[in-house]
């Protein structure tokens, strides 16, 4: 069985540009989670989806958004970028199941260079 | 919200040794911890999780164990080998799908 795939694996951009990152879950998983690993500042959540809704987000400006795709694959826009942004995305993704929702599976990430 | 504490940051350990990372966490409602290992250049693997109805639970050379009263839990790794070396990261949630709270990760070097 397929992992979580992600696409770019890197991403290099100017500040104030927009970058687009996108993710594809495990087969027959629904929701997917995307967290920001910035250096230093270890792994923080941004989003999750679920049935192609936003669930939650992070504590992140606006200009991070992002959607689901009735196949269950989402994309996160970046928008206005800023130098901060440089950092490793990781997607996650997760299923609904009996008992509830099972744990989250990491992708390899997209790192993003901002400039 | 949630904050979640990670110790130590680096731990070194000679091969054969046992290795231990304590978390601490801060909201009483969380009830799912799972621990990832993250290899360089790679995305963080799930190692082993706890819910919270369950004091302890092992895995081969892993094991974890939950202090629900004291809000902490740890991961304990036996007869560590070289490929153990990599960053280790617990989280904590309020459940296995909702958005997980990372601590800060604790680098784990085994020397052969």
């Known amino acids: 069985e397929a992992g979580v795939t992600q696409s770019p694996t890197h991403l290099i951009k100017t500040r104030g540009q927009q970058a687009t990152l996108r993710c594809s879950p495990i087969?027959?998983?629904?929701?997917v989670y995307w967290y920001q690993q910035a250096l230093g500042l270890g792994l923080q959540f941004l989003l999750w989806?679920?049935?192609?809704?936003?669930?939650n987000r992070g504590n992140f400006p606006p200009r991070f958004s992002g959607r689901q795709f009735p196949n269950y694959s989402s994309e996160l826009n970046v928008n206005a970028l800023e130098l901060e942004d440089s950092a490793l995305y990781l997607c996650?993704?997760?299923?609904?199941?009996?008992?509830?929702?099972?744990?989250?599976?990491f992708g390899p990430g997209t790192r993003l260079l901002v400039l | 919200g949630e904050n979640v504490e990670q110790h130590p940051s680096t731990l070194s350990v000679q091969e054969g040794d046992s290795a231990v990372i304590k978390c601490t966490y801060s909201?009483?409602?969380?009830?799912?911890f799972p621990w990832y290992k993250q290899e360089l250049g790679k995305g963080p693997q799930l190692i082993i999780d706890?819910?919270?109805?369950?004091g302890e639970k092992k895995d081969q050379r892993i094991a974890v164990t939950l202090n629900k009263t004291a809000k902490h839990f740890s991961l304990h790794i036996t007869e560590t080998q070289p490929e153990d070396s990599a960053v280790y990261f617990c989280a904590a949630s309020k459940a296995a799908g909702n958005k997980l709270t990372f601590g800060g990760g604790t680098r784990v070097l085994v020397k052969p």
């Open positions: 087969s027959g998983h629904t929701s």
């Open positions: 996650a993704s997760s299923r609904l199941w009996a008992g509830g929702r099972e744990t989250q599976y």
């Open positions: 909201d009483s409602a969380s009830n799912y």
């Open positions: 989806y679920d049935e192609g809704e936003e669930r």
């Open positions: 706890i819910r919270s109805n369950v």
